[in-house]
């Protein structure tokens, strides 16, 4: 019992080290190629969570984990990911039907405008309803 129990303990410290370590490693890059590379972090964290609840995924949808061992380290700066290059796509896509059709302000970023939104197309799914 003590064993099995030092054991897990164990265990359960050495994943937890490992995880702060490869936290520390991961680069601190962007790759912003559609987005304004000025953003903050606040801002791109506020956005990116509003694509979560839009398209109803999570991170790991379009970003791979910077250590495969641990699947919540992800490599925001990967393009690894082949959904990350289709979320660039949907997002110009996006910017070009509002600068086209709707009122746009050339003095605001492209990601504050709100007429079309992920969620007009996706309502909550990772792939648009087909109807």
Not at 11 to 36: D, F, H, K, M, Y
Not at 39 to 48: A, F, G, K, R
């Amino acid at each position: 019992m003590f064993l099995k129990r030092n054991t897990t303990l164990v265990a359960a410290s050495l994943t937890l080290i490992t995880g702060l370590i490869a936290t520390l490693q991961q680069p601190n890059e962007r790759n912003l190629l559609v987005l304004p590379k000025d953003i903050s972090d606040e801002q791109l964290d506020s956005l990116m969570q509003t694509y979560n609840k839009a398209l109803g995924v999570q991170c790991n949808f379009c970003h791979v984990p910077f250590d495969k061992t641990i699947p919540d380290s992800l490599d925001y700066a990967s393009d690894k990911e082949p959904m990350k290059t289709e979320a660039r796509k949907m997002m110009e896509m996006t910017i070009h039907l509002n600068k086209t059709y709707f009122w746009y302000d050339s003095t605001r970023p492209p990601y504050l405008l709100n007429a079309v939104k992920c969620k007009t197309c996706h309502q909550g799914e990772a792939f648009p309803p087909e109807d």
